[in-house]
């Protein structure tokens, strides 16, 4: 999911060492089976090897996971311009359709960055319903989890700016945190190994084809939230005879630059912040008290006052205002999480106790500490402490193709804050690092940027929630425009971040597309549940 991670870990069981900039070479070009980019010589590379892998389905070895599932590796090129270079084991999971199966539906939780092995094994039971006509399927996409995950080291990070001893330099001292980016760089590229070259959308959605293959699948049926939906997005355009039935959930933007995004991203988080404190408010319990707007005046007197001061933690290192944004937007993501984060947010204010808003900021799991060699899979317990952080950097920066000078970031920097305040008080400081954070590294691609358009593949199905805190609902108007006549677009009139677990009415609109073919007519809407409204929808 979009999120912008701290220069600093603030949590050392939560993914935050080292991710604010990670250095990668942009992606090659797109390929199918047939045509495949071309090597200096001319001559095509040979994909036959990957094309012809069968799955092999066997128990689990990690513990963690549920017995029910199955586990599975399927090998890519490293360099799909040279296969013959290198090449990378990629983790699946699944659990086995219980009846008659048409398949396999493949799985992206978003990020990008995160899991899917872990997160079918943790969220499983939310797409059973898919069982019914497939086999489900998680993955670990490259440089991600089991997948040769990227690292940039899990030594304390130290920033010299002048500021207090431990604390990262921020957009107020550009020109120190434009040094401790570069000097972060060789460490991720230290860390990392050669997959952090070849990361990015556009490699992993030939990966993605070759699962598809492997699995023995004539056609690619998926299911993508946030950033997943991108990834849809890109092998639509790199592979649009290859998709079966996609469903695209918290569409994500194709066009807009880091910077833009961030701005969008903090609007949206500033819609959900008062939101809330609308819904908070009206509880005797609020931490705020009971007037609305001395509980937003509270809540961004409380950020200034932790980085002005911030107090220990129980994790090590200070408890800062931007770590209290970034656990407040975490704890945004969905209404069901209101109650837990009100009761988080009291511990804090009345007993400076931050056990509660931390776990939100870590995500309430412990990560383990460590790293396996590139290539093969890796065990649960190797997997580097910083991989979501890391690869959800290295990647975006992979699909980025703007590079501003110092010169250039230098000089609008103060128009830019005043952009960011303006767009969102509490997290708008926050989100400001986001312009930052590929400075200095290569270029990422342009394909997804200037070619994913206009898409000659089958109808897909893009959710938009009106409420979504992360991927508003204005990116899925324009990636449905963008995408052309094969954008089906059903309008969720709910809150947070998705639609598929927190809505029946979406379930049960993306389940009959999946399992029986029956899209809704494009610009339906489904009601927030509780609304009581009927699904309304125009024909086409």
Request: with cysteine; proline share 6%.
């Amino acid at each position: 999911m979009p999120a912008v991670p701290r220069t600093r870990p603030v949590l050392r069981r939560c993914a935050g060492a080292g991710a604010v900039a990670l250095a990668l070479l942009g992606a090659g070009l797109p390929a199918t089976e047939a045509t495949a980019t071309a090597t200096a010589g001319g001559k095509q590379p040979d994909l036959t090897r990957f094309y012809r892998q069968k799955v092999r389905w066997t128990a689990c070895e990690d513990g963690e996971l549920p017995k029910d599932m199955q586990c599975a590796k399927v090998t890519v090129p490293l360099d799909y311009a040279r296969p013959a270079d290198g090449t990378l084991d990629l983790a699946l999971s699944r659990y086995r359709a219980t009846g008659g199966s048409r398949g396999s539906v493949l799985l992206n939780f978003g990020g990008p960055g995160g899991s899917g092995v872990s997160q079918l094994g943790q969220d499983g039971k939310e797409f059973m319903s898919l069982t019914n006509g497939y086999d489900v399927v998680g993955f670990d996409p490259r440089g991600v989890g089991r997948s040769s995950p990227v690292s940039c080291g899990d030594g304390p990070e130290q920033f010299s700016d002048g500021a207090n001893a431990g604390e990262p330099p921020d957009v107020a001292h550009p020109q120190a945190l434009m040094k401790a980016l570069q000097q972060l760089t060789v460490r991720c590229t230290r860390n990392s190994g050669p997959v952090l070259s070849h990361i990015g959308t556009v490699n992993a959605s030939r990966d993605l084809d070759v699962i598809r293959q492997a699995l023995g699948d004539r056609k690619l049926n998926y299911l993508g939230f946030s950033y997943g939906t991108k990834l849809a997005a890109v092998y639509a355009a790199q592979f649009p005879d290859k998709v079966g039935r996609m469903v695209l959930d918290g569409v994500d933007t194709l066009t807009e630059s880091l910077a833009e995004q961030g701005v969008a991203g903090a609007r949206g988080q500033q819609t959900a912040l008062d939101d809330f404190l609308d819904w908070c408010v009206t509880d005797l319990g609020c931490p705020f008290g009971r007037d609305r707007r001395k509980a937003g005046e509270a809540v961004l007197k409380l950020v200034r006052s932790l980085d002005e001061d911030p107090v220990p933690s129980d994790f090590g290192g200070p408890f800062t205002g931007q770590d209290l944004v970034e656990a407040i937007g975490q704890g945004l993501y969905g209404r069901e999480l209101w109650s837990k984060l009100a009761r988080a947010l009291s511990s804090l204010v009345d007993d400076g106790d931050t056990r509660g808003v931390q776990n939100f900021a870590s995500g309430g799991s412990a990560l383990p500490v460590g790293r396996g060699p590139n290539g093969g899979l890796v065990n649960r317990s190797d997997i580097p402490v910083d991989n979501l952080s890391a690869a959800l950097m290295a990647i975006n920066c992979a699909d980025d193709p703007d590079r501003p000078s110092a010169e250039r970031l230098t000089a609008d920097i103060a128009r830019l804050r005043k952009e960011y305040e303006q767009a969102s008080p509490v997290f708008g400081r926050f989100r400001l690092t986001q312009v930052m954070l590929c400075y200095g590294r290569p270029r990422g691609t342009d394909f997804i940027r200037d070619e994913v358009k206009d898409v000659a593949s089958a109808r897909m199905l893009l959710v938009g929630t009106r409420g979504d805190p992360a991927t508003p609902y204005s990116w899925t108007v324009q990636t449905a425009k963008r995408l052309g006549p094969s954008a089906v677009v059903l309008d969720n009139r709910g809150d947070g971040h998705t639609g598929y677990t927190s809505s029946r009415c979406v379930r049960g609109k993306v389940d009959d597309f999946l399992l029986y073919g029956t899209l809704p007519a494009d610009g339906s809407s489904c009601p927030a549940d509780g609304d009581g409204s009927a699904v309304t929808g125009s024909s086409g």
